[in-house]
C-alpha cells in the first residue's frame, strides 16, 4: 500500500499512520485493508486483529447501539484523519486549459500559419523605400486586416469552442451537486436515529440500512435480518450476496440492499471506500498522474495499488473484482498513458477525422496552388524583363525587384487564404453548440461535444432493459380473481366487497412499510415508487381498485404486527401474522405464485366464499392463466390469507405447517411495462439503420417477451437471444479467450443478451467495435446505470448514462447523460447526430465552392493579368463575413424526421458525397463561366473602362466592382442551393421554418449592398486630404535616391511601355538637358543667349526655361506623390498639379507648348488610361531630367541602352 502516498488523496492518512490515526484505535489503510477482505477470511481477521465487531466500534470510540455521540470537534477530527464522506470529483478543466484543447486542430493551426505570413508581410517594408514607410494608399494599407482578421476567426472559434465545454462541465457539475444535495441516509446519534446528507457521515457512524438503500459508505454488519445485497455495481455478480454477522459481514458502498434490514458500523468513506478507489480509477486521480508524468516518474500509484489490492485478494472475491480491473486498469494501463499524454478522452470522433483529412487535403491543394501562382508570377517577371527585353540586373534596383518578388509572395498567400475554409471551425463549432443547446430540451446533456455528432453515424445501439425500454415502476397489469381472468384492472364495483376488503387489507399490511407509492414530484408526471418494486406494484393495484392503503396502516402501526415471515430466497414469500379484535391471528401470505398456489387448498370465489382448490384445479390455473402471464413476461404473485385461532396459540417456529392450507384470494400479473414511447422509437431506429440490441440481468424468458413489445425481435426472424453463460461459451476458446473470430459469428444475429454481467456488456461492446467483418467499422452507442457499466460506456463510441438512476460512476464514465432515462431520447440524439452532419455538409458543399470559384479566379487572374481581380481583402470579406454567416445559418437547420428514413453513413464514406461534388463542379463551373466574361469581355458588355492590367494597387475599376458583386451574389444564391446535399429538387422546401437562416440571407444582401458604395461616393473626401496633404509640402526634405528608386520601380512596374511608347520623347528631352548642361557651364550662359537672334534658338531658350523653372519647382517643393506608385492611386490630381507647375515665358506659347506636348502624345491602347498616360509621360518629362543630371545614375544608364 505504499505506492498509494504517491496520490495526494492519501498523504494525509500517511502522515497520520504513525501515530495511530491520533487517539482512535486504527488507521485508514489498517481499515482500508480490512475492507478488501470478504466471508470467512473477514471474520477471522475482524475476531484476531478486533476481537469482533464490538472491539472494532471501541477502537473507533463508538457504541453499536447509541451511535456517536455527535459533538462537532469528535466529528471534524474523525473527518480530518479518515476523511470526508466526499469523492473530490476531477477538478475541471480551466479556461485557459479548454482554449488550449481547442487550439490544438488541424484546421486552426494552417490557419494561423496562413495568417501569421499575411500579417509578417503586410508589415515588411523592402529596402530602399521611405523610413517613414509611405505604402501603396488603399488595398495596400489594409494589408494587415488580412492577417488580423484570420486570427479574429480563429479566437472567435477557439474561444466559442473553449466556452461550450466549460458551460457543460458546469451543467454536468450543477447535476451532480444536485443529485448529491438530495441523497440522504439514517444514522443513529446519540441514541436517535436521524437522517443526514450522505456526506456527513463519519467513519464510526451506526448507520441503520434497509432495502432499496444504496449505501453511502464501508462498513461491518452489526446486526442483521436476512440481508441480501446486490454487489454486481462493483463486482459484476449478478447473484445477490446474503450478508450476516457471523458468516460475511462486509458491506461496501455503492451496493444496493435488496433484501432485509440491519445496522452496520462505517469504516471508510470517501476515497478511501470501495467505490471511492474504483472512481479514483477511472480518473478522478488523473491530475495527480499527470503531475507524475512531468516530473518524469514512471510509477502510477493509483493504478498499481490497484494491482496489488487484486492480488491481495483471493478466490471469488479476487474474481469479482477481476472484471473491473481488466477492463479499466490491466488492459488500457498502457493506452491510458498515451492517450492521457495527447490529452484527447478517446480515439477522434467519426466527424472529426474526416474533417482533420480534409482540412490537411485542403491545405495541402492551397499550398499547391498558392506556390504555383508565385512560380509562375516569378518566372514571367523574369523572363519579361530579362530574356526578352535584355535588361541586366542591377544591383542598385536590387531592392525593387525584391520588391516585385514580396509582392508576388503576397498574391501566394492571398491564393492560400482563399483555399483554407476559415469559416468550417466555426460552422462545426456553432453546428455542435447549437444541437447541444437545443439538445438539452430533448433531455441529452451533452458532455463531450463531438459524442453529438458520433451518434448521427451510430450503427448500433445496445441498451439496458430496466428503466431505459422499461419504466422501472412494477405495475400490476392482470389479475385472477373470484374465478374470472381480468386482462386489465377490473372496476372496483365488479368485485364482491368481501373479496375486495380481503385483497386490500393483505397486501396494504403484509408489505414493508417502508414501501410507499408518493404523489409525482412533477405536475402529469408518475406517481412515485418508493421502496421494493414489487410491492410497489401489488401497492398500485390497491389504488387502482380507487382504494388507499395507508389509513390500513395507521390502524395496525408496523411495532403491532404479531410476526413477520420475510421473503427470502427458500421461503419464496413472505407472510404477516396481526392478531385480530376477537383474539384470533389472521395471516397475510404473498409470493411466486407457483410457489404459494401450492399450499393454497381452497381459493375465494365470485362472491368471496371460500371453495376448495383441487390439484387438478391448480394445474388447470397453471396452464390458463400463470403460464399465458409468463409468456407475456409477466411477473405473477399469489395473493393469500390464513385464519388461525388464538386458543391454543400456534407454534409460529413451526413454518411448515403455518404456511400451508392457505386460501387463495387472487394471482396477480406484473410487469416493469414497456416506456409507451419505446416501440416506435425502435421502429424509427430499425428504419435508420441501427440495430437495437437489449443487454440484461433479467430472466431469459421476461427478456425476450420484452424485446417482442419493444419490437427489438419479430417472431420468424433469425436472431439470437441468449443468456451470458451460452454467449460466453461461444466467444471463448479453450483457454476462457475471448476469440473475435468467435465473437464475429454470434454479434450479428444477437438481439437479447439475458442474465448478462457487466464483462459481458464490455465484451459484447468491444467485440462490436474491433470487429472487421462489416465493410464499415461499426459505431456503438451504449446505456448503462451502473458503476459497473463504466469500462462498457468508456470503451463505446458514445457512452449514455441514466441521469435518475445512474450512478456516479457511470456519469463521469459517459459521454451524454439521458436526464429522463428514456430510450426515445437516444432516437433524438440520433437526430440531432445527423443535423449536425448533414449541416456541416451542407457549409462544405457551400464554402468549397466558394473557394474552388475563387482560387481558380486568382490564380488565372495572377498569371494572365499579373493581379488577381479579387483583391484579398474582398476575398477575406467573403470567407470571413459571409461564410461565417452562412455557417450560422446553414448549421441552425432544424432536424428533421426524414433524416431517420437514411441508413447512417459509417466510418469510411467520404464527407463530400458524389451528389454533393457534383453541385460544387456544377455551380463551379457556372460561377467560372460568369466571371471570366465578366472579366475577359465586361467592358464591352457594360461600356465602361477595362480593370484589367491596370497597375497593381492602382484604385479600384467599375469593372472589377462589378465581378466581385456578381461573384457575392452567386455566392449568396449558393446559399440557398446549399440547403439541399441529397439531390432534392426544391431547395426552398421548409425554408421559412428557419428564421435565422432568412434574416441572415437578407442581412448579408444588405452588407454587401453597403460595402460597394463608397468608393464612388467619398472621392471628395480623398480630395480634401490631398490639398491639405500639399499645403503642408513644403517642410518635407527632398529625398533625391527614393525619387530614383521610386521612378524605376513605377518604369519598371509597367514593364517599359511607356520607355517604348515615348522613346522619341525621352530622347528629345535628353538632347534639350544635354544642351541645358553645357549651356550652364558657361560663365556667360545668359549673355550667349541673348545674343542669338533665330527662331530656333528662341525656342530652345524657352523650352530650357520652362524646364530650369519647373526643375528648381521641383526640388524646392518635393512632392512625397511622386513615388510613382502613390502618383498611380491619384492621377486625376496629378494632372491638375503638372500642368501649372512648367510656367512659360509668355501666355501664346503655354496654349501651344501645352497643344504641342498632348499631340506628340502617342495615343493609348488603353481607353481608361489615356488621361493618366498623359499626365505621367509629362511628370516623367520634366522631373526625369533632374534625375539624370547625373551620368552615373543607375535611371541613366536604363536611359541610354533604351
Known amino acids: 500500500m505504499g505506492d498509494m502516498s504517491n496520490s495526494g488523496f492519501y498523504a494525509k492518512n500517511q502522515r497520520n499512520e504513525d501515530n495511530h490515526a491520533a487517539g482512535f484505535g486504527c488507521s485508514v489503510m489498517e481499515l482500508r485493508s480490512l475492507m478488501e477482505l470478504r466471508g470467512t477470511e473477514a471474520v477471522v481477521k475482524l475476531q484476531e486483529d478486533y476481537t469482533g465487531v464490538e472491539g472494532l466500534c471501541k477502537r473507533l470510540k463508538t457504541s ?23 469523492i473530490p470529483p476531477k477538478t475541471p478543466k480551466t479556461f485557459l486549459q479548454l482554449v488550449w484543447e481547442a487550439l490544438q486542430d488541424v484546421t486552426l493551426i494552417i490557419l494561423e500559419i496562413a495568417a501569421l505570413i499575411s500579417l509578417g508581410l503586410s508589415f515588411y517594408h523592402p529596402p530602399g523605400e521611405r523610413a517613414g514607410g509611405v505604402e501603396d494608399e488603399g488595398e495596400a494599407d489594409a494589408g494587415w486586416i488580412e492577417g488580423a482578421a484570420i486570427l479574429l476567426s480563429v479566437v472567435c472559434v477557439v474561444l466559442v469552442t473553449a466556452f461550450n465545454d466549460w458551460s457543460k462541465e458546469k451543467q454536468f457539475r450543477g447535476l451532480q451537486s444536485r443529485i448529491e444535495q438530495e441523497q440522504k441516509f439514517q444514522v443513529v446519534r446519540g441514541s436517535q436515529v436521524i437522517q443526514l446528507p450522505v456526506s456527513d457521515i463519519v467513519v464510526g457512524d451506526i448507520a441503520q440500512i434497509k432495502y432499496g438503500d444504496l449505501l453511502p459508505a464501508d462498513g461491518v454488519l452489526i446486526q442483521g435480518n436476512d440481508l441480501k445485497i446486490d454487489e454486481s455495481s462493483l463486482t459484476g455478480e449478478s447473484d445477490h450476496v446474503k450478508k450476516c454477522a457471523d458468516m460475511d459481514p462486509m458491506l461496501l458502498s455503492g451496493t444496493h440492499v435488496m433484501e432485509g434490514s440491519g445496522r452496520m458500523v462505517v469504516t471508510a468513506v470517501g476515497v478511501n ?18 503531475k507524475k508524468e512531468k516530473k518524469g516518474k514512471m510509477q502510477d500509484g493509483n493504478m498499481e495499488s490497484n494491482q496489488i489490492k487484486v492480488k491481495k485478494q483471493d478466490g471469488a472475491a479476487a474474481m469479482e473484482m477481476q472484471p473491473l480491473k481488466s477492463a479499466e486498469g490491466g488492459e488500457s494501463d498502457e493506452k491510458e498513458k498515451k492517450k492521457r499524454v495527447h490529452g484527447s478522452k478517446k480515439e477522434k470522433s467519426v466527424l472529426q477525422g474526416k474533417l482533420t483529412k480534409l482540412a490537411v487535403q485542403i491545405g495541402k491543394a492551397g499550398l499547391l496552388m498558392s506556390a504555383i501562382t508565385v512560380i509562375i508570377l516569378v518566372l514571367y517577371f523574369a523572363i519579361d524583363n530579362f530574356v526578352l527585353q535584355k535588361q541586366p540586373w542591377l544591383p542598385e534596383c536590387t531592392p525593387i525587384y525584391v520588391q516585385y518578388f514580396v509582392k508576388f509572395f503576397i498574391i501566394g498567400v492571398t491564393v492560400l487564404v482563399v483555399a483554407v475554409p476559415e469559416g468550417l471551425p466555426l460552422a462545426v463549432t456553432i453546428s455542435l453548440a447549437y444541437s447541444v443547446k437545443k439538445m438539452m430540451k430533448d433531455n441529452n446533456l451533452v458532455r463531450h461535444l463531438d459524442a453529438c455528432e458520433t451518434m448521427g453515424n451510430a450503427t448500433a445501439i445496445c441498451s439496458d432493459k430496466t428503466g431505459t425500454l422499461t419504466t422501472n415502476r412494477m405495475t400490476a397489469v392482470q389479475c385472477y380473481m373470484g374465478d374470472v381472468h381480468y386482462r386489465e384492472i377490473p372496476d372496483p364495483g365488479a368485485l364482491s366487497p368481501k373479496l375486495l376488503d380481503l385483497l386490500v387489507n393483505s397486501i396494504s399490511l403484509n408489505s414493508a412499510y417502508t414501501t410507499k407509492i408518493l404523489p409525482p414530484d412533477k405536475e402529469g408526471g408518475l406517481p412515485k415508487q418508493v421502496g421494493n418494486k414489487t410491492e410497489c406494484g401489488l401497492l398500485g393495484l390497491v389504488l387502482d381498485l380507487k382504494r388507499d392503503y395507508q389509513p390500513i396502516r395507521n390502524q395496525i402501526p408496523e411495532e403491532k404486527l404479531y410476526k413477520v415471515y420475510t421473503f427470502n430466497s427458500s421461503r419464496k414469500s413472505m407472510s404477516t401474522v396481526i392478531k385480530l379484535s376477537d383474539g ?17 387448498n381452497h381459493i375465494l370465489n365470485e362472491v368471496g366464499e371460500a371453495r376448495v382448490f383441487r390439484p387438478r384445479d391448480k394445474d388447470e390455473m397453471v396452464k390458463k392463466v400463470i403460464e399465458p402471464m409468463a409468456c407475456e413476461g409477466l411477473r405473477t404473485i399469489c395473493v393469500a390469507y390464513r385464519d388461525f385461532s388464538g386458543d391454543p396459540e400456534p407454534n409460529w417456529d413451526d413454518e411448515t405447517n403455518i404456511l400451508n392450507n392457505l386460501t387463495a384470494i387472487c394471482v396477480v400479473g406484473i410487469e416493469d411495462p414497456v416506456r409507451p414511447e419505446v416501440p416506435d422509437a425502435i421502429l424509427k431506429c430499425q428504419r435508420a439503420g441501427i440495430t437495437v440490441r437489449m443487454v440484461t440481468g433479467d430472466n431469459i424468458n421476461t427478456a425476450r417477451a420484452i424485446a417482442i413489445k419493444c419490437g427489438i425481435i419479430h417472431p420468424g426472424e433469425d436472431f439470437l437471444c441468449i443468456d451470458g453463460k451460452e454467449f460466453n461459451r461461444r466467444i471463448r476458446n479453450e483457454k476462457g479467450e475471448v476469440e473475435q473470430e468467435r465473437m464475429d459469428k454470434v454479434w450479428p444475429k444477437l438481439r437479447v443478451l439475458a442474465r448478462s454481467s457487466p464483462t459481458d456488456k464490455h465484451t459484447l461492446v468491444k467485440g462490436i467495435i474491433d470487429s472487421t467483418i462489416a465493410d464499415q467499422r461499426q459505431v456503438v452507442a451504449v446505456t448503462g446505470d451502473g458503476t459497473n457499466d463504466g469500462p462498457a460506456l468508456k470503451k463505446a463510441d458514445v457512452g449514455f448514462a441514466m441521469g435518475i438512476a445512474g450512478t456516479d460512476v457511470a456519469k463521469e464514465a459517459s459521454d451524454i447523460i439521458l436526464t429522463d432515462d428514456n430510450f426515445s431520447s437516444i432516437v433524438k440524439a440520433v437526430m440531432w447526430g445527423r443535423n449536425v452532419y448533414d449541416s456541416i455538409s451542407k457549409f462544405l458543399q457551400f464554402q468549397l465552392t466558394v473557394n474552388v470559384v475563387a482560387v481558380i479566379v486568382a490564380f488565372t487572374g495572377a498569371c494572365i493579368t499579373q493581379d488577381s481581380p479579387l483583391k484579398a481583402v474582398q476575398m477575406l470579406w467573403v470567407n470571413l463575413i459571409m461564410d461565417t454567416f452562412a455557417s450560422l445559418a446553414l448549421a441552425t437547420e432544424p432536424p428533421t424526421e426524414s433524416l431517420l ?14 451528389t454533393m461534388t457534383k453541385n460544387i463542379l456544377g455551380h463551379g463551373v457556372f460561377q467560372l463561366i460568369i466571371i471570366f466574361t465578366l472579366l475577359f469581355v465586361g467592358e464591352k458588355i457594360f461600356d465602361i473602362d477595362s480593370g484589367r492590367n491596370a497597375p497593381l494597387n492602382s484604385p479600384p475599376s467599375e469593372h472589377y466592382t462589378i465581378i466581385f458583386n456578381t461573384f457575392v451574389m452567386m455566392q449568396l444564391f449558393n446559399e440557398i442551393n446549399a440547403r439541399k446535399i441529397h439531390g432534392e429538387r426544391n431547395v426552398f422546401d421548409g425554408i421559412f421554418r428557419n428564421p435565422i437562416f432568412c434574416s441572415i440571407v437578407f442581412g448579408t444582401f444588405a452588407m454587401q449592398v453597403i460595402s460597394t458604395i463608397p468608393n464612388s461616393r467619398l472621392r471628395f473626401l480623398r480630395r480634401a486630404g490631398q490639398l491639405t496633404r500639399k499645403d503642408e509640402l513644403p517642410e518635407e526634405d527632398a529625398n533625391e535616391d527614393n525619387e530614383e528608386i521610386d521612378h524605376a520601380e513605377r518604369e519598371l512596374r509597367r514593364g517599359q511601355i511607356l520607355w517604348f511608347r515615348g522613346l522619341n520623347r525621352i530622347q528629345t528631352q535628353i538632347d534639350v538637358v544635354n544642351t541645358f548642361k553645357s549651356g550652364t557651364s558657361f560663365q556667360g550662359a545668359g549673355a550667349l543667349r541673348r545674343q542669338s537672334s533665330t527662331t530656333s534658338q528662341t525656342q530652345d531658350i524657352r523650352v530650357v526655361n520652362a524646364f530650369r523653372s519647373s526643375l528648381y519647382e521641383g526640388l524646392e517643393k518635393p512632392d512625397p506623390r511622386s513615388s510613382i506608385h502613390n502618383f498611380m492611386t491619384h492621377p486625376e490630381f496629378r494632372i491638375e498639379d503638372s500642368t501649372p507647375n512648367i510656367p512659360l515665358i509668355d501666355d501664346t506659347d503655354d496654349d501651344s507648348a501645352r497643344r504641342r506636348k498632348y499631340s506628340s502624345q502617342p495615343s493609348s491602347p488603353n481607353k481608361n488610361n489615356n488621361a493618366i498616360d498623359s499626365g505621367i509621360n509629362l511628370t516623367i518629362d520634366t522631373s526625369k531630367s533632374a534625375a539624370s543630371s547625373s551620368p552615373a545614375s543607375p535611371l541613366h544608364s536604363l536611359e541610354t541602352s533604351l
Open 273 to 290: 471506500s470501495q467505490t471511492g478507489i474504483i472512481f479514483t480509477l477511472l480518473g478522478a486521480g488523473t491530475e495527480e498522474e499527470e
Open 584 to 600: 384470533n391471528f389472521r395471516m397475510y401470505s404473498k409470493g411466486a405464485s407457483e410457489i404459494v398456489l401450492k399450499k393454497c
Open 901 to 914: 428514413m437514411r441508413k447512417p453513413y459509417g466510418r469510411n464514406k467520404p464527407l463530400i458525397s458524389s
Open 64 to 86: 453499536p447501539t447509541e451511535g456517536l455521540a455527535g459533538a462537532q470537534i469528535d466529528l471534524d477530527k474523525r473527518r480530518e484523519i479518515y476523511g470526508k464522506n466526499l
